[in-house]
């Protein structure tokens, strides 16, 4: 074969070489771009899992200080109707760590009636609108409503 014989044999070769290249460089873009998708459905897995796993965690939170609030209610009462000073300290102790825990008292008595946050159980004379006592006290957990407060709500006699 002459010279140009070898020529072409090269030529076709290198087109054959970079046309092997360009199909490489495809595959590799295509696995890389798998591979990103795959790593952000990793990271997106595992912000639901963690977000999940809070929620559930303050689900249960929210079931158990729900279930200790009828032991509020009766050291409520307790330290309406006694003395003991006991009872005051363990009350202030148990108001304490549920604040701690992010369950926090609805301020009643003396405030404008709010329906979203207050059930009126009675009347009694005062002024309108006005919260006069607190029969049943209510709680928020983290900003939300766990139990509304049940008042005896102020009426002018007209």
């Given at each position: 074969?002459?010279k140009?014989?070898?020529?072409?044999k090269?030529k076709?070769?290198?087109?054959k070489?970079s046309s092997d290249t360009e199909?490489?460089?495809?595959?590799?873009q295509?696995?890389e771009?798998k591979?990103?998708r795959?790593?952000?459905d990793?990271?997106n897995?595992?912000?639901?899992i963690?977000?999940?796993?809070?929620n559930?965690i303050?689900m249960a939170?929210?079931?158990?200080?729900s279930?200790l609030?009828?032991?509020?209610?009766?050291?409520?009462?307790?330290a309406k109707h006694?003395?003991?000073?006991?009872?005051?300290?363990t009350?202030?102790?148990?108001l304490?760590?549920?604040e701690?825990?992010?369950?926090v008292?609805?301020?009643?008595?003396?405030?404008?009636?709010?329906?979203?946050?207050m059930?009126?159980?009675?009347t009694s004379?005062g002024?309108d609108?006005?919260v006069?006592?607190e029969i049943?006290p209510?709680?928020l957990l983290?900003?939300q409503l766990i139990r509304?407060?049940q008042?005896?709500?102020?009426r002018?006699?007209?």
């Amino acid at each position: 074969m002459s010279k140009n014989g070898n020529k072409t044999k090269e030529k076709v070769e290198v087109e054959k070489n970079s046309s092997d290249t360009e199909e490489l460089k495809k595959r590799c873009q295509e696995f890389e771009d798998k591979y990103k998708r795959a790593l952000a459905d990793y990271q997106n897995l595992e912000k639901r899992i963690k977000e999940d796993k809070a929620n559930w965690i303050q689900m249960a939170n929210r079931e158990l200080l729900s279930r200790l609030l009828p032991v509020v209610d009766t050291l409520i009462l307790a330290a309406k109707h006694t003395q003991d000073e006991g009872i005051k300290v363990t009350l202030r102790q148990f108001l304490q760590v549920l604040e701690n825990e992010g369950m926090v008292r609805i301020k009643t008595e003396g405030e404008i009636f709010d329906p979203n946050k207050m059930e009126a159980v009675a009347t009694s004379s005062g002024k309108d609108g006005v919260v006069t006592e607190e029969i049943r006290p209510g709680f928020l957990l983290n900003g939300q409503l766990i139990r509304v407060a049940q008042v005896k709500v102020g009426r002018s006699q007209n």
